[in-house]
């Protein structure tokens, strides 16, 4: 224990919780392991003096208990003051996606885990708009899968949030200096302009989520100073980025870069190219996410690499001829149980039970033949559903499991935090484009 710990091993909270140990710590907090007498399982506690100016623990309990039994969203067991500190108590959660992202052989995930996990994130982002609060600070870190199912995804910290509507539930008008709030990793453009931020800016810095997700870095992820950064993010040709990823997030930075301040983003339009994207690569919601993947596959299952990318931004692009999918309707191939399907089904069957998704994307199933695509496609549409599959075993290392920020994730100082991330970029722009469409705020010093 250090001289500036809050809590000790055997400390009690209302007799009822006792820590075991200290398991991560930032600038604004502190987060503990204890283990609940009651309930006989293990938990988090998070604490942070009172004396400090930034009182983000309040918040937090504030934007919990309005928005508990969520499907994203932690239990909060109890909240409040000591003499000392404040505290929350909350389910004790895996890794971040921060952690998980960095502990991968290339240090990204694949386009079928991105893709996934993405409704998984817009969902919990609507979830925190629906309650009238806006995040803040939506970054990797702040994103957690869960112990007892690994497959779950939740949504970390919300001491930075703030709510955008007034009693009425209408939006509040903006501010015209609002001061910097986030990471600025993540943050969006509005956010180091200091003007005020809507829910589209939440998921701007979802948007840079994905990207890091998918190519391991941004090409700003190693600079530190926050007016630097700003002026990268709103003169960056955009474009560079889906040179070899498939239309859904062109698509989706189209949506969000019209939105203004008190715009309600399309969130079921969002859902959808991704539902969409998701059903004709041929990915299925029960494939097994990147971390469930034992050492022996994910050697052998290479990560996404720019030329498989590019290969399904291909297809895709020949699929769009067949199936339009514009910003206010997405249309699905519906497919019925045919002819086709009945002659192709036993080969189609056997390649499905002997390959991964992956794996008959690389293979080119649609050289083999309009029928076995048309197959596919049927075969496909039948099995992708939302029921999750069946929990995996527990024993996830906990999400505050870090010892201290590394020196690639930058923050104000009086925006630090307790979780961190990491990152370099390199890529070639292969799409013949002449001009980058999308038309973003300029960035002023």
Not at 165 to 171: E, K, L, N, R
């Amino acid at each position: 224990m250090s001289d500036c710990d809050l809590l000790k091993k055997g400390d009690s909270i209302k007799s009822r919780w006792r820590i075991t140990h200290k398991i991560g710590g930032g600038g604004f907090g502190q987060i503990y392991q204890a283990y609940d007498k009651l309930r006989q399982e293990f938990v988090a506690v998070k604490v942070e003096s009172n004396s400090q100016s930034r009182q983000g623990i309040r918040m937090e309990v504030t934007v919990l208990r309005r928005i508990q039994n969520r499907q994203h969203i932690c239990e909060l067991f109890s909240g409040g003051v000591s003499t000392l500190y404040n505290y929350m108590i909350m389910t004790l959660l895996g890794l971040s996606l921060s952690e998980i992202r960095r502990n991968t052989q290339e240090q990204r995930f694949t386009l079928s885990t991105t893709l996934r996990i993405s409704l998984q994130i817009l969902e919990a982002i609507e979830s925190i708009h629906s309650i009238g609060f806006l995040h803040r600070d939506i970054k990797p870190s702040n994103f957690a899968i869960g112990r007892a199912n690994s497959r779950q995804i939740y949504i970390l910290d919300f001491g930075l949030a703030r709510k955008y509507t007034d009693y009425g539930q209408h939006v509040r008008p903006a501010r015209t200096e609002a001061g910097f709030r986030g990471t600025i990793r993540y943050a969006s453009i509005n956010a180091h302009n200091s003007r005020d931020l809507g829910r589209h800016d939440d998921l701007w810095s979802c948007f840079y989520m994905l990207i890091e997700f998918l190519l391991g870095s941004l090409p700003w992820s190693k600079m530190k100073d926050k007016e630097t950064v700003g002026h990268m993010k709103a003169t960056y040709d955009y474009t560079q980025f889906f040179a070899n990823l498939p239309d859904v997030f062109e698509n989706f930075l189209e949506h969000i870069n019209d939105l203004k301040y008190e715009d309600k983003p399309n969130y079921e339009y969002l859902r959808l190219l991704f539902v969409s994207t998701i059903q004709r690569l041929g990915y299925h919601d029960d494939d097994p996410y990147d971390w469930e993947k034992s050492i022996e596959q994910d050697e052998n299952d290479a990560l996404v690499r720019p030329v498989e990318l590019k290969s399904q931004s291909k297809q895709l692009k020949n699929d769009d001829q067949r199936i339009n999918c514009t910003r206010n309707q997405i249309k699905h191939d519906t497919i019925g149980v045919g002819d086709q399907q009945a002659i192709m089904g036993e080969k189609m069957n056997s390649q499905l039970n002997h390959r991964s998704p992956d794996t008959l994307v690389r293979c080119s199933v649609y050289d083999a033949g309009q029928a076995i695509s048309t197959g596919l496609l049927t075969y496909v549409s039948q099995q992708f559903s939302n029921t999750s599959a069946p929990a995996a075993a527990t024993g996830v290392p906990s999400l505050f499991s870090q010892r201290s920020p590394r020196h690639d994730e930058s923050q104000c100082s009086i925006e630090q935090n307790i979780q961190v991330p990491f990152g370099s970029y390199t890529e070639s722009n292969n799409r013949q484009r002449t001009s980058s469409p999308f038309h973003l705020q300029r960035f002023s010093s």
